[in-house]
Nanobody, 118 residues
Framework: QVQLVESGGGLVQPGGSMRLSCKAA???????????KGWYRQASGKQRELVAA???????NYADSVKGRFTISKDNTKKTIYLQMDNLKPEDTAIYYC?????????WGRGTQVTVSA
């Protein structure tokens, strides 16, 4: 397993922006680049859902609900992935989790709370 450390959550007003970060601590670069990477979220009383993902080949996909508002990116040198969230809506309120996986491991961060409220 890889230790994933998330940061960047908090309270933001509707229409605002926020950036989440997830660092693969104590991971060597070749391992990091070999992971498929993604962000998931779980709202209260709901199942965890995929928000955005980026594969080892660089293919990116987003949930329909966040297309055009969220952007996933990565910095291999920092072994970190990001989720830039713009035009946030109250329905984006959830705990956000990062995930990195390959054929051998499937690692999750502890989650960071994002609350969108006036």
């Amino acid at each position: 397993q890889v230790q994933l450390v998330e940061s960047g959550g908090g309270l933001v007003q509707p229409g605002g922006s926020m950036r989440l970060s997830c660092k693969a601590a104590r991971s060597i670069l070749s391992t990091f680049t070999g992971f498929n990477k993604g962000w998931y979220r779980q709202a209260s009383g709901k199942q965890r859902e995929l928000v955005a993902a980026i594969t080892t080949e660089g293919n990116i996909n987003y949930a329909d609900s966040v297309k055009g508002r969220f952007t996933i990116s990565k910095d291999n040198t920092k072994k970190t992935i990001y989720l830039q969230m713009d035009n946030l809506k109250p329905e984006d309120t959830a705990i956000y989790y990062c995930n990195m996986a390959d054929r051998y491991t499937n690692s999750w961060g502890r989650g960071t709370q994002v609350t969108v409220s006036a």
